[in-house]
């Protein structure tokens, strides 16, 4: 073997400068995510009640530009897409609102008030036949809890039907 060879190297402290920054950007790498994890809820949680506030105020484009950011750092939240949905139905834009609750949907195909929404969105388009679906699967998810009807003060479940009927009772009118 060559001595004069430089590819193999026996000295240790050359080997632990090499992985001492290594490890100290791991190490930093490690604790930025574990910081952005343990605070990723809580921007969540201050955009949507700054969206909530604008809402309460009419400020509907404000409200859309806060759940768009809380929708970027958490996608997976139905609940939030149905917030958005309901910013933009207010904003008069109803592409956008559908295109808000189907993600909701997509997200949680449970989630009541987004299917609700969606059929609402329809009978607003006098658009019976799309929207019977969507009351009709809230209708199939039965009646909600004592803690959904006191988030949500209404039952989605009830209104669905009655709008079921309406549906029904507008198609029969029109033919």
């Known amino acids: 073997m060559d001595e004069n060879n430089k590819e193999t190297c026996c000295c240790h402290q050359h080997h632990t400068e090499q992985i001492k920054p290594k490890m100290k950007w791991s190490f930093s790498l490690v604790f930025v995510f574990t910081i952005i994890f343990l605070i990723k809820p809580l921007l969540v949680n201050q955009l949507v009640k700054r969206a909530e506030a604008y809402t309460a105020y009419n400020f509907h484009e404000d409200a859309v530009r806060q759940y768009q950011k809380a929708v970027l750092i958490d996608r997976k939240n139905s609940n939030i897409w149905n917030s958005l949905g309901n ?7 109803l592409p956008d609102a559908i295109d808000a609750y189907n993600i909701a949907i997509e997200t ?5 008030a987004a299917l609700f929404n969606l059929g609402m969105i329809f009978m607003l388009k006098k658009d019976y036949a799309h929207a019977m679906p969507y009351f009709e699967k809230v209708a199939a998810l039965g009646p909600e809890d004592a803690e ?13 039907m009655e709008m079921l009927d309406l549906c029904r009772t507008r198609q029969k009118q029109n033919k």
Do not use: C, E, W
């Not at 009807?149 to 009830?158: D, I």
């Open 108 to 112: 949680n195909p449970v989630n009541r």
């Open 148 to 160: 959904y009807k006191k988030l949500y003060q209404f039952s989605h479940h009830k209104l669905s």
């Open 87 to 93: 910013s933009y139905k207010n904003l008069g834009t």
